[in-house]
């Protein structure tokens, strides 16, 4: 069993910084990929970045320049420093942990962008 808790959400003007981090625990093979995804309201679930275990990253156009993710191995966490935030970036966000051919899911924390 895998477990992902997510953290850091909250309410911030246009144009400010948030820090998510997501904790995973449980089977943890060392070989994986963690990243995050989001859901806007009456939108579908849409990826916003992703990095492997050996630290190769990949973004979604809409955040690239903006937002970095990193990861620390040893703490089985990740990071998405959000900066330059913009009303369209509210949304829930999901951790998300793909090792094998399992996935798993945290239960979100939403990020609300104020104009």
């Given at each position: 069993?895998?477990?992902?808790?997510?953290?850091?959400?909250?309410?911030?003007?246009?144009?400010?910084?948030?820090?998510?981090?997501?904790?995973?625990?449980?089977?943890?093979?060392?070989?994986?990929?963690?990243?995050?995804?989001?859901?806007?309201?009456?939108?579908?679930?849409?990826?916003?970045?992703?990095?492997?275990?050996?630290?190769?990253?990949?973004?979604?156009?809409?955040?690239?320049?903006?937002?970095?993710?990193?990861?620390?191995?040893?703490?089985?966490?990740?990071?998405?420093?959000?900066?330059?935030?913009?009303p369209?970036?509210?949304?829930?966000?999901?951790?998300?942990?793909?090792?094998l051919?399992?996935?798993?899911?945290?239960?979100?924390?939403?990020?609300?962008?104020?104009?």
């Amino acid at each position: 069993q895998v477990q992902l808790v997510e953290s850091g959400g909250g309410l911030v003007q246009a144009g400010g910084s948030l820090r998510l981090p997501c904790v995973a625990s449980g089977n943890i093979f060392s070989i994986n990929a963690m990243g995050w995804y989001r859901q806007a309201p009456g939108k579908q679930r849409e990826l916003v970045a992703t990095i492997t275990s050996s630290g190769s990253t990949n973004y979604a156009d809409s955040v690239k320049g903006r937002w970095t993710i990193s990861r620390d191995n040893a703490k089985n966490t990740v990071y998405l420093q959000m900066n330059s935030l913009k009303p369209e970036d509210t949304a829930v966000y999901y951790c998300n942990l793909q090792q094998l051919k399992y996935g798993y899911w945290g239960q979100g924390t939403q990020v609300t962008v104020s104009s």
